[in-house]
């Protein structure tokens, strides 16, 4: 029991690390006192308007919901990667144990993010003398996200336990995200099943006219996520406990049995882990270095560099994987948007948006998709130590930077190209769409231009792991700061321009050749700069 009490203390400090950045530590700092001040104000403001049930329910859901994105995005890259193998394999340590400290830290970590705005919530509920529900609600929490990462681990467990028939990790990336999906898809068509009111039309009973007429409309969303919350049929059971003081046996009963069903999960995730452990881990780290990676040397410098780019990410698992997220993330984003659209959730003529405006809305949507990535603000800090190599080589800068560029673009109009082949596919494709489609491409490139401005004069080099380099960099920030400007001035601008009602055609052959004119610009004064 203490080898897996100091392997979870291991796990939880290797990865779990603040950034060594001073900077980046007082942007988290300040981030997270926004992040709670807000919790604090919407959480008061939702108590002063709605009954104590329903304010509890809405409150547990949104701590699943965030234990449910917490442990989707870490379990790729912390519990199912096998990072910690070469050290730990040589020791005698049983492959159980390492498991077993593995899938805690998975759980206590994301666990105790979702119960930080619960603070908020018992503090409320104690002032207001509501003990019992306040001491309810802290313990029935913690059963329910355990129980909700716990099924999600174990499902996913399915998955790596064949990790080694992958033939790469963009494959089995690519697996666990479609079995994600699935498992989201499947609860929506499930809570829209049983769905009792048209989401459409009560939307379109908000009224913003006056702030009593507000807190009313969202009363009536807020009573009917609850009365459709209760009456989908597994649900109802779970969320009685907590509605009401009169269910203290039956609070205990589901307590006890969400013990039992977590712990069996608990034990299959183990068991399948643990089988192919040594196999899988094997395999992840053949497949991972650099050993595979072949160069062409050919007369053309433009291939040359583009190819030593492409080099740097096959350097690190972590950065194939940010780049297959990259291109993921936009068509995903689209995919839900559009079955929402087609459901009724959310209307296409939302605050009166026709059908063709609606077009250049969703065309900015995917554009901020394909920005807010970790793959454009961070190139340089990518190289590593390889970065001193880049400075002694003989290369040209120039070539070397828009290189980056190239393939950040690459990456992000492959992306922007699946999400509007999907809006074709529904339908929502229009004669002026392929003019809006070259104006968010053009965009992107201007982004790409601007975003690694920073990163190549203060690249984090130094760096432990792959994720300090990438995730955790203050450069991200600080790239969205450099690129999301323009982008917001060429946005109102277009945007301007559609609701004078102008011509849809002549408005995108004005912009075209702004976009034109600006990447001209843009593209002189880098290469002096440089």
């Avoid at 997270?32 to 049930?53: A, E, R």
């Amino acid at each position: 029991m203490k080898e897996v009490y100091q392997l979870t203390k291991f796990f939880i400090s290797s990865y779990y690390n603040k950034p060594k950045q001073t900077k980046l530590q007082v942007v988290l700092l300040i981030a997270f006192v926004y992040l709670f001040i807000q919790i604090t104000v919407i959480n008061l403001f939702v108590y002063l308007i709605t009954d104590t049930h329903i304010f509890i329910v809405l409150n547990l859901v949104f701590s699943n919901i965030i234990v449910f994105v917490f442990v989707c995005y870490l379990s790729f890259s912390h519990f199912f990667e096998y990072h910690e193998f070469q050290l730990l394999a040589p020791l005698p340590l049983s492959y159980k144990k390492i498991a077993i400290a593995k899938l805690i830290s998975s759980l206590l970590v994301p666990l105790l993010v979702s119960l930080v705005p619960q603070i908020v919530t018992f503090l409320i509920l104690v002032f207001d003398f509501k003990i019992i529900e306040a001491i309810q609600l802290l313990i029935y929490v913690p059963f329910v996200n355990a129980f909700t990462a716990m099924f999600l681990l174990f499902m996913l467990s399915f998955i790596n336990r064949y990790y080694y028939k992958f033939k790469s990790k963009v494959t089995y990336l690519f697996t666990n995200i479609v079995g994600v999906m699935l498992i989201m898809f499947g609860c929506f068509a499930f809570y829209e099943k049983h769905s009792q009111v048209n989401i459409t039309v009560l939307l379109s009973s908000i009224k913003l006219t006056n702030l009593e007429r507000f807190s009313n409309s969202m009363n009536r969303i807020l009573s009917y996520i609850f009365d459709t919350l209760n009456s989908i049929p597994v649900l109802k059971y779970l969320i009685a406990p907590i509605v009401s003081t009169s269910y203290k046996n039956y609070f205990i009963i589901v307590c006890f049995l969400l013990l039992i069903i977590g712990s069996v999960m608990y034990y299959l995730t183990i068991k399948n882990v643990v089988l192919n452990y040594a196999r899988n881990a094997l395999s992840n780290n053949s497949n991972g270095g650099i050993k595979r990676t072949k160069v062409y040397i050919t007369p053309y410098q433009w291939f040359n560099y583009l190819q030593r780019e492409i080099w740097v990410i096959n350097t690190e698992p972590y950065f194939k994987m940010q780049v297959v997220l990259g291109i993921l993330f936009p068509p995903v984003c689209t995919t839900v948007i559009i079955i929402l659209i087609n459901y009724g959730v959310v209307p296409i003529d939302f605050y009166g948006a026709s059908e063709v405006v609606f077009d250049k809305y969703f065309a900015y949507a995917i554009l901020f998709f394909c920005c807010i990535n970790n793959i454009s603000g961070t190139p340089y800090s990518r190289e590593g130590k390889y970065w001193y190599l880049l400075k002694c080589s003989p290369l040209n800068n120039q070539s070397v930077y828009f290189s980056k560029v190239a393939i950040a673009s690459i990456i992000s109009i492959i992306a922007l190209l699946l999400s509007y082949m999907i809006l074709a596919v529904f339908g929502y494709w229009h004669n002026d769409t392929i003019f809006t489609l070259m104006i968010i491409a053009s965009l992107v490139v201007c982004y790409n231009l601007l975003a690694p401005l920073y990163d190549r004069k203060h690249p984090l080099t130094e760096w432990g792991n792959p994720s300090e380099a990438v995730k955790s960099n203050l450069n991200v920030l600080v790239s969205l700061l450099y690129g999301l400007p323009l982008l917001f001035i060429m946005a109102m601008v277009h945007l301007s321009m559609i609701w004078l009602k102008l011509n849809p055609v002549f408005v995108a052959s004005i912009i075209l050749m702004l976009m034109f004119v600006t990447l001209f610009i843009l593209i002189s004064i880098l290469r002096k700069k440089l």
